[in-house]
């Protein structure tokens, strides 16, 4: 075993994830935990990319396997969702805002969990918290972080604490955060090189619902028409990986971050979409229940499923 600990967010990482990993291991550096790395459990989504390279930040180190490797897990707290391989009690710390989710450790660790929009924010508290000057570069990341995890502040997730964060940091970043959150979102929903494969793994997690093996994705786009023609394509994806994977249902939410809307699509068996009726209180047309106002998986999503399959 090395020395190395790896701060790394998520599976299908999203932006919050990896700017999590980079700012939090930027902060330990500081504080004198020279052996933190930044790392990531997959492929970088082009909403990340972009703002690493506008930022000129590197990007992080690939950590698929986590045999005899110590992590700071950030921006996740569930086994399901944290790179392959991770041995419980090799887990250091977690810095999060998800649901508590299963975690048992051996000892005590530092287990930071606050129900704000981003875990950005919660990284830059610890920042002013410590008293580590924030650069622009960090900056820039923790701003982006909230404004893509609360949909530019439209999510139900989105607290008092992230608007506020997100106008500290931005001036230290020196960006118009609103006018960069624009930007943020027409380089994610860019799906037009996009295989339907990769718009259902773009952003997909695993839950256990009281027994019910569910996946549950989302992609957000600026305009729902951009999915139609790949809508059939994504569908047949669906089902291919819930035979793969043995899940009983997969959900995937198509947000529609402009009209505030997201039509979830759906597959799974015949007590699975009892269920998923169930939660949203509707009738499965077309693979699909068509929600206003649903933008949050977090919020708006899980908690109802997690609801309708409890026994
Ligand atoms: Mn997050």
Known sequence: ??????????????TDSVTSAITYANLKNALGMKEAVAAVAGDLNNETKFLLDFFKVPYPVKLTDATDKKVILVDHNEMAQAVDKLNMENIV????????????????IFFLNEPVGATGGIIANLYEQNKIVISKEMAGLMMAAILSDTVLFKSPTCTPRDKAAVDKLSRIAGVDPMKFGMDLLKAKSDISAKSAKDILLGDFKKFDFSGTKAGVGQIEVM????????????????????EAEKLNMIVLMLTDVMKEASDLLFVGDAAAAAGFEKAFDGKLANNSIYREKVLSRKKQVIPPLEGAFKK
Do not use: C, F
């Open 93 to 108: 710390e977690v810095v999060d805002h998800h649901k508590i989710g299963g975690i048992a450790t051996g000892k005590p």
């Open 223 to 242: 305009d729902l028409a951009d999915l139609m023609q790949k809508r059939e394509a994504i569908l047949a994806e669906m089902n291919k990986m819930m």
């Open 1 to 14: 075993m090395t020395d190395t600990i790896y701060v790394v967010g998520h599976k299908s990482p999203d």
